[in-house]
């Protein structure tokens, strides 16, 4: 009989001890991921599941809760109400997005110029409104609106004039656009403004040797800097515009001639699930702004990461 040698017995040893020891940091790595995937698991991944089963059936008279495939989605993309909110919510995109990303721009830029005294207590000014709530936000600016009682009302009286009421039906979603601005100037602002201090200072000393002036460095250097993260803050602004739903139906309470319960889609599926106990139809309702916003977030995403190879 041929007795292995050292070497080779050592070898062998070795190379299982090596096995063992990858297999278990392999499963204390899924150990450390465990927590967050039960999380995952039933916060994000069993209600939309729960969502599309709901879809897919119908609570009628006759029968009860009956399978009725795509039934609740043709009504939805039928359904006029749906189309108004959707309407509403594409507007309020296009309008208050744009307005709200130039400021946060703008401030980015203010900040990283190195002129302003403070700079500390403007970019923590900036961002505390993000920390308050947003159905808080929506309370505060709804009681500023008010013509009876809030600071429009205090100023038609004290100057004798007449300001257009925020809270009518010509002024409501601009009112809204101007809370959720409020609210997320200082979000986009920091992500920006992050960008903007990665910028090698290499880079702005070419601009001073070539003596480039203040907009040409913008032009040149700090705007094609801050593509990416314009391309993150747009994409949190599509998801955000696409969900609105706090600033709506908190302010429906002060003013309901102007927000109707279809104001927005979430609004529309939150009433028709709580109110009209339709769960079936507002979780199809549910499921197709969630697929809009997706495909429309990837669009973003694609066209910007384009641009951003460029």
């Given at each position: 009989m041929?007795?292995p040698?050292?070497p080779?017995?050592?070898?062998?040893h070795?190379?299982?001890?090596t096995?063992?020891?990858?297999?278990?940091?392999?499963?204390?790595?899924?150990g450390f991921?465990?927590p967050?995937?039960?999380?995952?698991?039933?916060?994000?991944?069993a209600p939309?599941?729960y969502?599309?089963?709901l879809?897919?059936?119908?609570d009628?008279?006759?029968?009860g809760n009956?399978?009725?495939?795509?039934?609740?989605?043709?009504a939805a993309l039928?359904?006029?109400?749906?189309w108004?909110?959707?309407?509403?919510?594409v507007?309020?995109?296009?309008v208050q997005v744009?307005?709200m990303?130039?400021?946060?721009?703008f401030?980015?830029?203010?900040?990283?110029?190195?002129?302003l005294?403070f700079?500390?207590?403007?970019?923590?000014?900036l961002f505390l409104?993000?920390a308050?709530p947003?159905?808080v936000a929506a309370?505060m600016?709804?009681?500023?609106?008010?013509?009876?009682?809030?600071l429009?009302?205090?100023i038609?009286?004290a100057?004798?004039?007449?300001?257009p009421?925020?809270?009518?039906?010509?002024?409501?979603?601009?009112?809204?656009g101007?809370?959720?601005?409020?609210?997320?100037i200082?979000?986009?602002?920091?992500i920006?403004?992050?960008?903007?201090?990665?910028?090698?200072?290499?880079?702005y000393?070419?601009?001073?040797?070539?003596r480039a002036?203040?907009?040409?460095?913008?032009?040149?250097?700090?705007?094609?800097?801050?593509?990416s993260a314009?391309?993150?803050?747009?994409i949190?602004?599509?998801?955000?515009?696409?969900?609105?739903f706090?600033?709506?139906?908190?302010l429906r309470?002060l003013a309901?001639?102007?927000?109707?319960?279809n104001?927005?889609?979430?609004?529309?599926a939150?009433?028709?699930?709580?109110?009209?106990q339709?769960?079936n139809?507002?979780?199809?309702?549910?499921?197709?702004m969630?697929?809009?916003?997706?495909?429309?977030?990837y669009?973003?995403?694609?066209v910007?990461?384009?641009?951003?190879?460029?």
């Amino acid at each position: 009989m041929v007795t292995p040698s050292l070497p080779a017995a050592h070898s062998r040893h070795a190379r299982s001890g090596t096995r063992r020891s990858g297999g278990s940091r392999r499963w204390t790595g899924w150990g450390f991921l465990a927590p967050f995937l039960v999380v995952f698991a039933f916060t994000l991944v069993a209600p939309v599941v729960y969502a599309i089963y709901l879809s897919f059936f119908q609570d009628r008279l006759v029968g009860g809760n009956v399978f009725a495939g795509f039934a609740n989605y043709t009504a939805a993309l039928h359904d006029p109400k749906f189309w108004s909110a959707l309407r509403r919510v594409v507007l309020f995109f296009f309008v208050q997005v744009p307005i709200m990303l130039a400021l946060s721009a703008f401030a980015a830029l203010a900040l990283d110029s190195a002129r302003l005294r403070f700079p500390a207590f403007f970019r923590i000014s900036l961002f505390l409104p993000y920390a308050v709530p947003s159905v808080v936000a929506a309370l505060m600016w709804g009681f500023i609106y008010g013509t009876d009682f809030g600071l429009v009302g205090n100023i038609n009286s004290a100057f004798g004039i007449s300001l257009p009421d925020p809270l009518s039906n010509t002024w409501v979603l601009a009112a809204m656009g101007n809370i959720a601005a409020w609210g997320f100037i200082g979000y986009n602002m920091l992500i920006l403004y992050s960008a903007l201090r990665t910028v090698p200072k290499e880079l702005y000393e070419a601009a001073e040797i070539d003596r480039a002036g203040t907009f040409a460095v913008i032009r040149a250097i700090k705007l094609p800097a801050m593509r990416s993260a314009f391309v993150v803050a747009l994409i949190f602004s599509v998801i955000g515009s696409f969900q609105l739903f706090n600033e709506p139906n908190v302010l429906r309470t002060l003013a309901p001639n102007s927000i109707s319960t279809n104001f927005t889609p979430n609004m529309y599926a939150y009433n028709l699930a709580f109110s009209g106990q339709q769960f079936n139809y507002a979780a199809a309702i549910a499921i197709i702004m969630g697929i809009i916003t997706m495909v429309v977030a990837y669009v973003v995403q694609t066209v910007g990461i384009r641009k951003d190879g460029r």
